[in-house]
């Protein structure tokens, strides 16, 4: 009986302090949600945690699609759009590379293909600011600086070494015998992808398609360095309505465009995020 009630005790304890942790990393959401509801009259007036008194979308409508980010004044609307047209096909094929990518070194070994994967895990780990300026050249002498192709681009380069580390990390838990029991019925390099290793990748896709989204969405530096004006993201557009001054700081509006701003990635976790885990746990960081 004892040690039973040790074990209420400790569960009481576990569940009490992931509560208060859980209050404590949505209270800034909470403080988001309810100012962005609010008048300008009623956040000077209230306290900052206080429930609003009448609920108006007027920040909201103006975050999207009247607010000012520097000269310019309509909105979120257009950015949110580029980030769209930057992300979806970034990611799409980053992923797709990283699976053709991991299943060769995973399971069609040559000459040469461990120094290629240590190659790639380098590249995991250097810093977005040590390939601006070649990566600026690259662009120019493609003709494809300050657009969204080339932001594209960018990001598929970068994204390429992840994409491969987590595919060739999963497909090694892949039993060899099934490649090898399908080379003996005939199939090919395309033929086993196909029909051995994609039925089997399901976890792993989502995970490079959560990270990768999250990476493209969320940048900040390749946006403002590689994007014109007519090509910058969503998170390029937030840091300057939030910057720009039109002589009253307007909290509502700016409190809805950057939940505006980060609703893609957080629909994303809250749809997908089981299979995010789901993939990690069956190899998606082993190997």
């Not at 509560?19 to 988001?32: K, N, S, T």
Request: charged fraction near 10%.
């Amino acid at each position: 009986m004892r040690a039973e009630s040790q074990g209420r005790i400790g569960r009481l304890f576990i569940y009490t302090l992931l509560f208060l942790c859980a209050l404590y990393y949505l209270a800034p959401l909470y403080v988001m949600l309810t100012t962005s509801v609010k008048t300008l009259d009623e956040i000077r007036s209230s306290n900052l945690l206080d429930l609003p008194h009448q609920i108006s979308l007027q920040a909201w409508q103006k975050a999207w699609s009247g607010a000012c980010t520097g000269v310019s004044c309509e909105g979120l609307a257009p950015y949110f759009w580029n980030s769209v047209r930057i992300t979806v096909p970034a990611v799409l094929i980053s992923t797709m590379i990283g699976s053709v990518n991991g299943y060769v070194l995973a399971h069609w070994k040559f000459r040469g293909s461990e120094i290629v994967f240590t190659a790639l895990m380098v590249g995991c780990f250097i810093p977005f600011q040590v390939v601006i300026l070649p990566m600026a050249r690259l662009l120019g002498l493609a003709g494809l600086s300050n657009t969204t192709t080339g932001l594209v681009m960018v990001h598929i380069v970068y994204g390429v070494a992840f994409t491969t580390l987590f595919f060739r990390n999963y497909y090694v838990s892949v039993p060899d015998e099934l490649v090898k029991a399908a080379r003996i019925d005939g199939a090919g390099f395309f033929r086993i992808y196909r029909s051995v290793i994609l039925p089997l990748s399901l976890p792993i896709f989502m995970v490079c398609f959560i990270w990768q989204f999250t990476q493209i969405w969320n940048d900040f530096l390749f946006g403002v360095v590689f994007g014109g004006t007519d090509a910058q993201p969503v998170t390029v557009a937030l840091n300057n309505l939030v910057n720009t001054s039109t002589g009253v700081t307007e909290y509502n509006v700016n409190m809805a465009a950057a939940i505006i701003a980060a609703l893609p990635t957080l629909g994303l976790y809250l749809v997908a995020g089981k299979y995010f885990v789901r993939g990690l746990t069956a190899g998606a960081v082993k190997g």
